[in-house]
């Protein structure tokens, strides 16, 4: 396909051709910089390339889950549903690609095994499989959240005699018609799969852990007038979202959920439900903050999950309990709950019996073995941490990135880490990524790190690396500001675990418009928090 020719040195590589890698690359190249970028997929679209199950869709409007740095990429583009599926972002991302003539720099199908910091050259020295040896100045790593699948190590499970397949690394030759099929996992993915699997399988079994809140989508067909109509105000939208929260054009409705009376809560409750995706968790400003008022709104959810599910057993079985509603990402469904009072929808609750073993088409649990044709896993993803880690790299004084997060993930600002010069992260753990409207989070990133770069070039410098102290100072901001908030109350993805047990809340929960003006502040300090070395002459080139 679509693969540009990798030459032997550029200014900077990147690894990732998703929204990050995408608007990170024409940023660069715009600015003069001689960029290569390079990824593992057959395509373009990252997350959006790889998570082709049936059923996938964004659970962020689409028209605010796109980029806004080009005004007539935004006028041009049309979405037709207000969250938009999986094959139309990829579109999107396709034609931002060929729009902005990107693929030129782009090679397909290729991973990074190795990046090696060489100090006395001042660059990174990398291993490109396939294609041998490159060098860069600077690495940026734009290699996702939620990238790295977490498979299961069940016993046997190496040899199952059926399809076995993860759903962010879904294959499109898997015909899901007229099978027996059994998936595992209930978070965003399994609860967007569920429903479409039973459409059209012959049976379909689901395998619980933990119940996750859904709430429904909501979603609706949008056309090109409603779109249209938008556009004068889409400017001040965008701006708005940069400085939000959450990164969303809509933040939580003002007022405290213990303050209203239970008849006020109740209606806007069902208001906010019905409003679609987190709208809930909108509905007023101390859900996630007090526990009495979450406790308010998860007994709202609870209750639907009653009125959904026919049989109680299994509307018990799934109803979320011990944990904060939204402290665990809420999930958003189209005929999710629905699913469960099919005939061809069974159960089985992974917390009274548990996965024993795989043998040949059959996956056994204490209650039994059922056969299958094909196992889906939507077991979740190695979260923030795990696309990195799964590089070999190399920096200062021979510390291995890996090893180093083992001990907890940190990272400045979720940019920089702190040992490995002239590298950067996209989206990395100590960013409000994953909390937020995820592009605008992206952007800012981009923008911050090409103005970095700028930067350096402008005052001949060398080398840049976070500052040790500063980046264990931000990490434990992130965890302070978390712990003022119900996210760490559960166990989830957001959260890291350490070799000793540990967790580690990752993203930061303070906001995009307040992480915005922290990394401005640092950036127009001269890169506050940073170490910066200025250029000798044996590095000159
Ligand atoms: P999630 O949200 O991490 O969900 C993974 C699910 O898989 C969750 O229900 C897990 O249960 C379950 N799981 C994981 N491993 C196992 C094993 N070994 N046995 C049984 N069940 C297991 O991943 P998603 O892909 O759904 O969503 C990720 C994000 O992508 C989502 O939040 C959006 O932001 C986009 P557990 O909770 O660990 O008990």
Redesign the pocket.
Known sequence: GNTGDTPAHVDVLIVGAGFSGLYQLHLLRQRGWKVAVIDAAGGVGGTWYWNRYPGARC?IPSIEYSYSFDADLQAEWRWTERYATQPEILSYLNHVADRFDLRRDIRLNTRMDSATWDEAAGLWRVALNPGGAMSARYVILATGA?SAP?L???PGIEGFSGEIVH??AWRDDIDLRGKRVGI????????QAIPRIAEVAAHLTV????P?FAVPASNRPLDAGEQEALAPQMAALREGARQSPLGWFDGPRPGMALSASETERAQRYEEQWNAGTTGLLLAYEDLLIDEDANTTAAQFARGKIAQLVHDPDTARRLTPTGYPIGS??L?SEIGYYEAFNRDNVSLVD?RETP?ERVEGNRLITSAGAQELDVLVL????N?MTGAIAAIDITGRDGAKLAREWEDGPRCYLGLAVAGFPNMFTVTGPGSPS?LSNVVVSIEQHVEWIADCLDHLRATGTATIAADPATEAAWMQHCDEVAHMTLFPRS???YQGRTRDGRLVFMPYVGGVGAYRAKCDAVAAAGYDGFVLTTNTPEQEE
């Open positions: 659970d939620l977490k299961p190590d069940w759903t962010g595992v996992g209930t978070g965003s993915s399994g609860v395998y619980l852990r933990t996750s665990r990402r999930c992974l996965i939507a077991t979740g993803f979260a994953v166990i989830s993805w």
